[in-house]
């Protein structure tokens, strides 16, 4: 189990936790209401910061729930906690619904998944190597 160091911000701010022992995503809550108007964006806070091991960060996804229910969810999705990120974690919600939409203080409102990082050296080369999908982009796969 990988150990992550949390700093609540705010009195009133809820420590993420798993729902269910084996959930992939902790939830996030917000500490303060605030509407989300239709077709518009939010920052919501949630009165914690996290310092993350190295080669690690924390994605922000959206709740499914909220999503399918009421048209609420993480703009960037997945927007990612660098490892050096030492301030408040907030989440850009929109509302892709026709009506506004209520947070409420103690409102889960996204997940937050911590995931191993890769980083890449790149090399540039004159060609790729060819495979099956070739350069097929955009639905060349079919349905």
């Known amino acids: 189990m990988m150990r992550v160091k949390i700093l609540r911000l705010a009195q009133n701010a809820k420590l993420p936790r798993y729902e269910h022992d084996d959930d992939a995503g902790m ?3 917000a500490i303060a209401p605030q509407t989300i108007e239709p077709s518009e ?3 919501v806070p949630t009165g914690i910061a996290i310092e993350l091991p190295p080669s690690t960060e924390a994605q922000i996804r959206p709740r499914s729930g909220l999503a ?3 048209g609420i969810t ?3 999705t997945p927007g990612t906690i660098d490892a050096g990120y030492r301030g408040e974690i907030r989440v850009i919600l929109i509302n892709h ?3 506004p939409f209520k947070v ?3 409102m889960r409102i996204a997940q937050m ?3 191993p990082v890769i980083r890449a050296e790149l090399e540039e080369v004159a060609y ?4 099956a999908r070739d350069r097929g982009g955009f639905g060349s796969s079919g349905l």
Not at 128 to 131: F, V
């Open 27 to 29: 939830d996030l809550y």
């Open 41 to 43: 964006t939010a920052l």
């Open 68 to 70: 399918l229910n009421h």
């Open 74 to 76: 993480v703009l960037n």
């Open 97 to 99: 619904a026709k009506r």
């Open 104 to 106: 409420e203080a103690g």
């Open 113 to 115: 998944v911590i995931m």
């Open 128 to 131: 790729l190597s060819n495979s």
